[in-house]
């Protein structure tokens, strides 16, 4: 199978958007030296018409009509055997960059065009469902905005909790691509010995276990965007198969010989520094720079807290239009928490939200945050029965350490559950800790989560 020319793309370089689309150049005839951008999923008529988007005096009334398509430009002849490409003629066939398409005798190059465009923040407070007022936030969204409607692409970077796979929804549905379902395959929630399988799919017999076959994510995704949440998880040995898959457009069941092409758009994200996974040998230079094509990194709420009131409100609408009530939330309460860190980012801000909405819905109407939130105790708290410095003269030095251990086993557990979301398995790995070890913990201090 020949590779075939993608469709409009972006490489993001020094601060400035490169965007690179494919055009057609006329080389001889009248209408020599004039180009025609090709936009995504855009049909272009050739022929001698007047109707048609380009006109050409010599050939047919309507010659040939080519596709923009997400992974080539497809040439369909209609003039009954005067189309050709790089001199063989062609009923449909793909044009790749860099080749000729001749109809009749006006010959047409494919070629990539490279515009610099100076990316602005945008003027707009939000992107899809994500929210942010500050200039941090409006310059991603400026960014996205130039992008969306691409297929380039995009590695999202930055804390747990910061909104990447918001972003990454937004990103899909403000594509050509959003007529067709976001597929989402979370890399750090996969068994390592599961993940290509998860990725490419596999044959019947594979494997132990493997009755019948199964299509991975890049085959469900086809026509799509594939979104690799956590991709800085995936293993070694896996992550050329994923380069392969993505430069080539093609993929290889797991115990089949087929390779099967496929058309998919990757928006990656990761809370890891993926540069300096690279610099430790943890994670493929090759396999980053291929993702990293937009790459772009998503301040913690901490350093944009002018962003919490704008969330706080858009998270007060959404429970009120979800539970067709009109709670109100006050100033107040808001400004408080201005001062809060938030470790878990949005993601918490929100679960603090929607609990206080609930806990006032369910109560007297007042809304008041309790904070910090997932059980992290608050100052002054008393909820953990910590020892104090009046020691007990009837107990040993061992019975008091035994004490204060499982005071801090309890108090650490509980802020490591509210950073992780509640997440077990994120958990987990934020403490790397085994599943099953911190489930034991977790269940020794009744602090297991409701999922």
């Known amino acids: 199978m020949s590779r075939m020319t993608r469709g409009p793309r972006t490489q993001l370089l020094d601060g400035r958007i490169h965007l690179i689309r494919p055009e057609l150049v006329v080389l ?3 209408a020599r030296g004039r180009t025609v951008a090709l936009e995504p999923q855009a049909t272009l008529h050739i022929g001698s018409e007047g109707d048609n988007d380009l006109v050409l005096s010599g050939t047919s009334a309507v010659h040939a009509l080519l596709r923009v398509e997400a992974s080539g430009v497809t040439v369909v002849d209609h003039s009954g055997g005067e189309t050709r490409i790089n001199g063989a003629t062609v009923h449909e066939a793909v044009l790749e960059a860099g080749g000729t398409l001749a109809v009749g005798d006006i010959e047409l190059r494919l070629q990539d065009q490279t515009h610099t465009v100076e990316v602005l923040p945008s003027d707009r407070p939000k992107f899809g ?3 942010g007022k500050s200039l941090a936030m409006r310059e991603v969204f400026g960014v996205l905005e130039v992008v969306a409607p691409t297929t380039a692409t995009i590695l999202l970077l930055g804390e747990t909790g910061t909104g990447k796979d918001v972003l990454a929804r937004a990103i899909h549905e ?6 067709r379902e976001l597929c989402t395959l979370d890399c750090g929630a996969i068994s ?3 993940v290509e399988a998860e990725l490419f799919g596999y044959e019947r017999g594979a494997f132990t276990g493997a009755e019948d076959a199964r299509p991975g994510a890049f085959e469900l995704a086809e026509g799509s965007t594939l979104f690799l949440d956590e991709v800085g998880e995936l293993p070694l040995d896996v992550q050329p198969k994923l380069l392969r898959a993505i430069d080539e457009r093609e993929i290889q069941r797991v115990g089949g010989a087929e390779r099967r092409a496929v058309d998919v758009r990757i928006i990656a994200a990761t809370k890891r520094d993926l540069a300096e996974e690279v610099a430790r040998g943890r994670f493929r230079e090759d396999l980053y720079f291929r993702l ?9 709420l901490r350093n944009r807290r002018e962003d919490i009131p704008v969330l706080v409100e858009h998270f007060r609408r959404a429970f009120n239009e979800r539970t067709d009530h009109d709670l109100t939330i006050p100033k107040q309460e808001v400004r408080g ?6 470790p878990g980012n949005v993601r918490e801000l929100r679960n603090t939200v929607e609990r206080s909405l609930w806990m006032a819905l369910t109560g007297d109407g007042q809304v008041q945050f309790l904070l910090p939130s997932f059980g992290e105790p608050a100052s002054g708290s008393d909820d953990l029965d910590a020892p104090t410095e009046n020691f007990d003269p009837d107990l040993s030095f061992s019975e008091h350490k035994a004490q204060w251990e499982a005071t801090f086993e309890r108090s650490y557990l509980a802020w490591l559950m509210a950073r992780a979301d509640g997440s077990l398995s994120q958990a987990s790995r934020l403490a790397s800790m085994d599943r099953k070890h911190l ?3 977790l269940r020794k201090h009744d602090l297991i989560p409701e999922r």
């Not at 403000?174 to 007529?179: E, F, L």
């Not at 990293?292 to 913690?300: G, N, Y």
């Not at 928490?337 to 938030?342: E, R, S, V, Y």
Request: glycine share 10%; hydrophobic share 35%; charged share 20%.
């Open 28 to 30: 001889n005839g009248s």
């Open 292 to 300: 990293a094509v937009v790459p772009l990194s998503l301040p913690p």
């Open 192 to 194: 390592p010995g599961v």
């Open 439 to 441: 489930r034991g913990l």
């Open 129 to 131: 469902r994500a929210r």
């Open 337 to 342: 928490l201005l001062t809060h860190d938030w």
């Open 174 to 179: 403000a594509s050509p691509r959003s007529d």
